[in-house]
């Protein structure tokens, strides 16, 4: 039985939907902010107006910029935090008291957005060694930190910049495009062509029927084995491959793309590859392409295109050359980039491992700070300057320069004068005194956007589409100066304060801070 439910999933007058994973309640938490929360309301502070900033303070993976994710997961976790008659004692018991709300979100909120937007950065990153005109697909259901890493692996992913998932789950929950090639073990199973029993295909505009598609196959396989170009270039191929690329021809003749490496890529499984999409274009259909799964996938890649360039020359078939590849097996931005520099024909990557598992940097450090309590700033202080927080209630903004690129983003105090365009700005490091810069931007654009007010009374705004977000995703780190995006000692990106707030910072640190005795 529900027994305390705030009524905040109607606040817009719709329901909204809880968090994707149902393993997302309150409870989803460290015990210390129900013992916080106990205590705020043993001390009469539990109705004071709180305000919190959940922020990071390094960039991941090396870089100068992070994509955050996880908004989505988070409203609909606020908007459905309840707790059940059960939970509620279960914490009694662990506790022996009560409790009061907003330090309970610390956890939460964290867990919800660290990994996100963490995963989200990774697959920009390897967007961005891609390049725009790749395919990507994220393969890493597998080996996900389970199954929701694997869910947000895949959702975040596309937001990053990836065209497409293997995780029909995502797929269903998400409207992710869903996309999938061939496997190993289907080619395996195979032992001969005779294995192949319905051996009939009807064309593709449905006009006639070739009965043995398979004697069609063998005679390509021979046509291509005795053609001028390609006499002596490969010998007998392997019969169990061959079976298997024609058997899953006959299931999916719209659909064919193979997986050519499970015994040897430029002697069978690329020949029997030309084969069977040369039988399927006489029938009228266009063969999709290959995976490769192995080996120096540059030089493999280059060797099937000229293959298929030369089936294309040797056969008249206009097209065969533009056959989509698609290079799969441990890769990584610096596989990725290898590739690059080698030069390839990849025209799609399946990445999986060290997408999912974010394997060059385990977390992002997301911390959440309460910066104002009944409307007085507050600050934390620490040794390390990078630690110490910064007060009060802010707005963001990114200021554009001359040229179209952001030049710095800027936090001022939320009652402050928002910038404005062909106005200059002074631009303060929050903490290194010398460091400071005059802007005059040419656009101003305002980051920190309220999707919930909240208190005042005003409706939840709706959240855009998943794949608007992507676009956004994808548009800003275009305009970004590329030597802030490049992956070697990237240029610091500017993250600045207005100058009042950088007097008060220091202010509230003088007062806060007790001045030492030396004797
Ligand atoms: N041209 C290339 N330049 C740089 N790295 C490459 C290139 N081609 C492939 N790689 C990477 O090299 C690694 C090769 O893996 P590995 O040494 O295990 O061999 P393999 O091809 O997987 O062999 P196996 O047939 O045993 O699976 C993978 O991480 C792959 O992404
Ligand atoms: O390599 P990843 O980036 O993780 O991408 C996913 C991998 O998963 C599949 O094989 P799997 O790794 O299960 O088996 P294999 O290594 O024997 O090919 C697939 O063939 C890819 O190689
Ligand atoms: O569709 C594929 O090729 C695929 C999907 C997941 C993992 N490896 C490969
Ligand atoms: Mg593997």
């Not at 073990?185 to 195979?190: G, K, N």
């Not at 290194?432 to 005059?440: F, G, W």
Request: proline share 4%; glycine share 8%; net charge neutral.
């Amino acid at each position: 039985m529900e027994v305390k439910d705030y009524g905040l999933s109607r606040v817009s007058g719709r329901v909204l939907d809880g968090p994707t994973n149902p393993m997302v309640t309150p409870l989803l938490t460290d015990l210390y902010q129900f013992t916080m929360a106990y205590a705020y309301w043993k001390a009469g502070k539990h109705q004071e107006r709180a305000v919190f900033d959940l922020y990071f303070r390094k960039n991941p993976f090396g870089g100068e910029y992070t994509i955050f994710a996880g908004l989505e997961e988070c409203i609909k976790f606020l908007a459905n935090f309840k707790f059940t008659e059960d939970e509620i004692s279960f914490v009694c018991e662990s506790l022996a008291g009560s409790c009061e709300v907003v330090q309970l979100l610390e956890t939460p909120l964290l867990n919800l957005v660290n990994y996100a937007s963490l995963v989200a950065t990774n697959a920009a990153r390897h967007r961005f060694v891609a390049g725009k005109s790749k395919m990507l697909l994220e393969f890493g259901l597998r080996r996900a930190q389970g199954p929701d890493g694997g869910i947000g692996a895949s959702k975040y992913s596309y937001i990053g910049g990836f065209d497409a998932t293997s995780n029909v789950a995502a797929g269903k929950l998400f409207g992710i495009p869903l996309r999938g090639t061939h496997s190993h073990a289907f080619v395996s199973s195979y032992m001969s062509l005779d294995e192949i029993v319905e051996k009939s295909l009807r064309s593709s505009d449905g006009s006639s029927s070739c009965e043995d598609f398979v004697s069609l196959v063998q005679t390509w396989l021979n046509k291509i084995q005795w053609s001028n170009s390609l006499r002596n270039v490969f010998g007998e191929t392997n019969q169990s491959e061959l079976a298997a690329f024609t058997s899953y021809a006959l299931a999916f003749p719209n659909n064919f793309l193979a997986l050519v490496d499970t015994y040897d890529v430029m002697r069978s499984g690329i020949p029997n590859f030309c084969a069977v999409a040369l039988a399927l274009s006489d029938l009228g259909y266009k063969a999709v392409g290959i995976r490769l799964d192995s080996g120096d996938l540059a030089y493999l890649s280059f060797e099937a295109r000229k293959f298929f360039c030369t089936i294309e020359k040797e056969f008249g078939v206009l097209g065969f050359e533009k056959m989509i590849i698609t290079a799969s097996n441990d890769l990584n931005e610096e596989t990725l980039d290898a590739l690059n520099k080698q030069g390839h024909e990849v025209d799609a990557f399946g990445i999986g491992t060290y997408l999912v598992t974010c394997f060059t940097q385990a977390a992002l450090g997301c911390v959440f700070k309460l910066v104002e309590i009944n409307n007085q700033p507050r600050i934390k202080l620490s040794e390390d300057v990078s630690k110490v927080s910064i007060p009060c209630k802010k707005r963001c903004y990114r200021l554009y320069g001359r040229e179209g690129y952001p030049l710095v983003d800027i936090m001022t105090g939320e009652n402050e004068p928002s910038p404005k365009v062909g106005e200059r700005i002074l631009c303060r490091h929050p903490f290194n005194e010398s460091k400071r810069a005059y802007v005059v931007p040419q656009k101003v654009e305002e980051l920190l956007k309220c999707y919930w007010p909240g208190s005042s009374g005003k409706a939840r705004e709706d959240l855009p589409p998943l794949k608007d977000i992507r676009t956004r995703c994808i548009d800003q780190l275009e305009l970004m100066r590329p030597d802030h995006m490049r992956r070697l000692n990237p240029t610091p990106y500017k993250v600045s304060v207005s100058a009042k707030l950088y007097d008060f910072i220091h202010f509230l640190w003088l007062n806060e801070a007790p001045v030492g005795e030396l004797q």
